[in-house]
């Protein structure tokens, strides 16, 4: 027999706060992917690339869900986390942004067999499956004193709504310049991570075993607590990198004396 779930056993603050979340850390990673899109030097694509990754993938996915973990409770029960899956998670996470991101990429040079049109889709299929991964593998690493268990249905829609979360964010990096809209494609990129946890979360069922041994690993307190730590300190340093860069129009003044010099050399 099923034992009783809560979702949001701390109050729904625990809800938006995982939302806003990921509307932080996705505003932020557009912002740091659109910086990539516009590098002329390809190091410096990279880097923007790379710090897009880590602000979407780390902080608008993976902490979101460990966000929203803190309101899961099984009633009499103690809930303890893996740390090694847990960590298996961010990097599912992180490398599923960083090489979507790549794909859509024209400009990267391992991915130029693929043609243009079968980037964003290919890059959106890919990185939706890797980060409904990290939500399961995320899920995989709690520990109750029985069995944790997934709907295959609330599995497969959860899947669903991630390849078209991916798709959208992949779409949006490449389409969204203005400052005005970032911030709407972001709420809309968090709506769809939220609803993509909250999806799987709704098909979780718990048996419990009454002979079944204490369950060993760390709280979802101790396991966010130094997650939300890094993950500021993450985004500040990358706020700072985004306001120290040069702007667009400093960067096309450095182009046109670059090429001038070209022209007269």
């Known amino acids: ?19 806003s979340t990921s509307i932080l850390g996705c505003y932020i990673g557009l912002t740091c992917a659109r ?9 410096d694509k990279r880097r923007w690339t790379a710090l897009a990754s880590v602000a979407i993938g780390g902080v608008g996915v993976w902490l979101m869900h460990f966000t929203g973990m803190l309101g899961f409770e099984v009633p009499g029960a103690i809930v303890r986390y893996n740390l090694g899956l847990t960590l298996l998670s961010v990097v ?40 409904g991964a990290m939500h399961y593998s995320g899920m ?25 979360a991916s798709f959208t964010a992949l779409w949006l990096s490449l389409n969204v310049d203005r400052r005005a809209v970032r911030f709407p494609a972001a709420a809309l990129m968090g709506c769809a991570v ?19 041994t204490m369950p060993e690993g760390m709280t979802a307190l101790t396991l966010l607590f130094p997650g939300f730590v890094v993950g500021i300190i993450v985004l500040a340093a990358t706020v700072v ?19 001038w010099i070209d022209d007269v050399r």
């Open 1 to 19: 027999m099923t034992h009783e779930l809560h979702h949001f056993s701390m109050g729904m603050w625990v809800f938006f706060l995982a939302w």
């Open 35 to 43: 910086r990539a899109r516009t590098a002329i030097y390809r190091r």
């Open 92 to 131: 599912l996470a992180v490398g599923a942004t960083w090489f979507g991101l790549a794909v859509v990429d024209a400009d990267e040079p391992w991915m130029q067999w693929l043609p243009d049109e079968l980037r964003l889709p290919l890059g959106g299929l890919i990185m939706g499956l890797a980060v």
């Open 140 to 164: 995989a690493a709690v520990r109750v004193e029985g069995a944790l268990e997934q709907s295959l249905p609330y599995v497969v829609a959860s899947f669903a709504i991630g390849i078209v």
């Open 194 to 212: 939220v609803a993509l946890h909250y999806t799987g979360m709704a098909g979780v069922s718990v048996v419990m075993d009454p002979v079944a």
């Open 241 to 259: 990198l985004l306001i120290a860069a040069p702007s667009d129009e400093d960067l096309e003044r450095e182009y046109a004396i670059a090429d």
